[in-house]
């Protein structure tokens, strides 16, 4: 399958840049260009702020269940599209093929899931204390328009949380969506665009994220922001946000802690675990990353690690049997090589991988360093790559201190056969979703965000329509 150029959508039109600028777009597989993506501009962000309030106006005066309709056409597209969009999304991501296909498939899910829940946005009659004649009422109208920034590991996960939560609540949206993989979100806002979406109701722009971001986010039109990213960008955006009264949501970085208790069932943990942290070369927000283990399962875990992560193909994502993919790009492979000679030097030891692999793509051996000291980066900064560091601990309390100690709050993990200490390790380990003796599970139905400096507010659940409504209240006398 030929790999397209990607355009914007402004107005319910596929079209160039104004200027007629464009970026390149590579194969992290073989570093070669393999596209290009249109590159938006002042004037043409400007088209797309006022094509979405007229977006939203329609929208917003559709019918709950009509909304839903289009929403789910959309749904449907999407599969009957997966196995192409799962092409290009390897393509210019590098993810293998089966991950590619279970993301497009997962966006469907997502999309019926809120076009569902859509129809479940209530208000409520509150009696009066005052008069029997007092009809009070609390609304629920749509926030506005919204402009949601989203990042190129899951370049259509993404974008399909935002998006559904925003149009099922009413809203519109312009999506700035990643320039290093711009074709998978494209395909997933022509789904809409097919499935008879009004014209507005959502854009797509590509750009240079700061004079996108700094042009957006003051905008009178823009109302809601939503980013998923790093930290210390999201604290950017939620300041610029924040100067101009913009509701926010943040899903930002993590460093999940993994705990594997005494008791564990150290097979289940390192199948789970394992899968979770090779899973798109461990380019993932919500991947293990501090694995802590029972000093007396140490060993055994070790070796159970290393055997499960030696059996991975890593290979270009289009060849048949790859189990992992290229990292996205070549600064992730300097990270991955930085990350590891820190480790070392500290005292850690090399149990597997650390190297790169050829000297074509970004290719990067699954790594598995042990007795790692809490002092080396790897067990402070997120290394967002295919390294697991391993260290031992001899209480659960120990454990636990050091899954809380960083400012990370995003997701964790944990292995135990007892009920006691699942109790515990559910109440104090500080981090918005937790899955224990299990991969991580993430399902539209559950909330989906972080604590801490991992952001706030949900991209999941009945909690993510929420902050695309404004409840007012509203009170009627009758006379």
């Not at 950017?236 to 069932?265: F, Y």
């Not at 390790?425 to 599970?441: F, I, S, T, Y």
Request: charged share 20%; hydrophobic share 45%; with cysteine.
């Amino acid at each position: 399958m030929t790999y397209p150029n990607t355009q914007l959508f402004i107005n319910g039109q596929w079209c160039d840049a104004a200027a007629g600028e464009s970026l390149a777009v590579f194969n992290p597989a073989t570093g070669k260009e393999i596209g290009r993506v249109a590159h938006a501009r002042v004037p043409d962000l400007d088209r797309a702020l006022q094509a979405a309030q007229k977006g939203f106006e329609i929208w917003r005066d559709m019918l709950p269940v009509e909304r839903s309709k289009i929403m789910r056409k959309a749904a449907s597209l999407m599969r009957e599209r997966a196995s192409d969009i799962a092409v290009m999304l390897t393509q210019e991501q590098g993810k293998p093929l089966m991950e590619a296909k279970v993301e497009a498939m997962s966006a469907a899910d997502i999309i019926e899931w809120f076009a569902d829940e859509g129809m479940r946005v209530y208000g409520r009659i509150v009696p009066s204390r005052f008069n029997l004649s007092v009809r009070q009422m609390v609304i629920k109208d749509p926030v506005g328009v919204v402009a949601a920034f989203t990042p190129w590991n899951f370049p259509i996960n993404q974008v399909v949380r935002k998006m559904s939560a925003a149009l099922a609540s009413g809203c519109s949206m312009i999506v700035k969506a990643p320039e290093e993989t711009p074709a998978a979100p494209a395909a997933l806002i022509r789904a809409f665009s097919d499935a008879g979406l009004p014209e507005g109701v959502l854009g797509l722009v590509y750009g240079t994220p700061a004079e996108i971001s700094n042009y957006l986010i003051p905008h009178p039109i823009v109302r809601k922001v939503t980013f998923t990213g790093s930290t210390p960008v999201g604290k950017q955006l939620a300041g610029l946000a924040g100067q101009h009264m913009k509701r926010v949501t943040m899903e930002l970085g993590g460093h999940a802690p993994v705990i594997v208790a005494e008791d564990a069932d150290i097979v289940l943990a390192v199948k789970s675990a394992g899968a979770a942290k090779f899973r798109n070369a461990g380019q993932v927000c919500i991947a293990p990353t501090r694995f802590l283990v029972h000093e007396s399962i140490k060993k055994e875990f070790v070796a159970e690690m290393v055997k499960f992560t030696q059996g991975l193909k890593v290979g270009n994502g289009t060849a048949e049997g790859t189990t992992m993919g290229p990292l996205a790009n070549a600064r992730r492979v300097t990270a991955m090589a930085e990350f590891t000679a820190d480790a070392i030097k500290h005292g850690a030891q090399l149990e597997t991988g650390g190297e790169r692999i050829g000297s074509e793509g970004n290719f990067w051996q699954p790594t598995i360093l042990t007795d790692v000291p809490l002092h080396a980066k790897v067990f402070n900064d997120e290394p967002f790559g295919p390294m697991a560091a391993i260290r031992s601990f001899n209480t659960l309390d120990e454990a636990i201190t050091e899954a809380n100690r960083l400012a990370f709050g995003l997701a964790g993990y944990a292995f135990t056969k007892s009920l006691k200490n699942a109790d515990l390790l559910a109440r104090r380990v500080e981090v918005g979703m937790l899955w224990m003796n299990m991969p991580a599970m993430p399902s539209a139905e559950m909330p989906f965000g972080g604590i801490k400096d991992s952001g706030y507010g949900s991209e999941g659940g009945p909690e993510a329509m929420e902050a695309y409504l404004n409840a007012r209240s509203v009170a009627i006398m009758n006379v």
